[in-house]
Each structure stands twice: as structure tokens, then as C-alpha cells.
């Protein structure tokens, strides 16, 4: 099992940038796969997860209007679409997946068993 995240940066306040998480070695028909940060001095927190059996998504509220989480099954690639972006975005963002429902795997990951991938660093700063 192998997840490759990547699309990570360098950007301005309020700009914007799309994270991908590239899977192999399992389907995502199968499984619930999400985003995950973790800032500086900062303990990781879930910030989107998707399942791929039906769609439903999960997002943090801090997130909600500005993170958009979405799945191409065929490609087995999950994507992490990032608008307004604020400084305290700036975290080492995860991929990372598990056989459980979207909600548990951003909110429980740390009580379950979850697949993770190598972070993708975001930097938000003028």
C-alpha cells in the first residue's frame, strides 16, 4: 500500500493550490482516504475525507467553504483543491486511508488502523 502526495508550495495569502494523492498497491473502491496536517508546534488534525464507495465527504468546519476534497476513482487519485489560503494553512499536509467511514477517519485515525503517505509541505506567506 502506497500513497504519494504531492502539490504542495509556496503561496500568497488567498491564493490557492490543489494537493493529490496518488494510491497503489489497493483500490479506492474500497476505502475512506483523506487530508491530514500538521503545522508547526501543532498536533495533526483531519481536515477532509472522502469515501469512495459513495462520495460522502467530511470537512472541518475551520475548512468549509474554502477546501474542497474530490476522488477519481479510475486514476485512483484523491485531490485536496485549497482556496483562500490563510497563513495558519501552512502545515506538512497527509494523505492516508482506512476501511472506515470518512467522518472516523479525519476525526478517530489515531484509534484506528490507517495507511499513511509522505507529506506534502504548504507554506502560506507573503
Known amino acids: 500500500v502506497q500513497l504519494q502526495a504531492s502539490g504542495g508550495g509556496l503561496v500568497q495569502p488567498g491564493g490557492s493550490l490543489r494537493l493529490s494523492c496518488a494510491v497503489s498497491g489497493f483500490s479506492l473502491d474500497y476505502n475512506a482516504i483523506g487530508w491530514f496536517r500538521q503545522g508547526p508546534g501543532r498536533e495533526r488534525e483531519g481536515v477532509s475525507c472522502i469515501s469512495s464507495i459513495d462520495g460522502t465527504t467530511y470537512i472541518a468546519d475551520s475548512e468549509k467553504g474554502r477546501f474542497t476534497i474530490s476522488r477519481d476513482n479510475a486514476k485512483n487519485t484523491v485531490y485536496l483543491q485549497m482556496t483562500s489560503l490563510k497563513p495558519e494553512d501552512t502545515a506538512v499536509y497527509y494523505c492516508?486511508?482506512?476501511?472506515?467511514?470518512?467522518?472516523?477517519?479525519?476525526?478517530?485515525?489515531?484509534?484506528?488502523?490507517?495507511?499513511w503517505g509522505q507529506g506534502t509541505e504548504v507554506t502560506v506567506s507573503s
Open positions: 492516508a486511508t482506512g476501511l472506515v467511514s470518512p467522518l472516523i477517519l479525519c476525526n478517530s485515525y489515531h484509534d484506528i488502523h490507517v495507511y
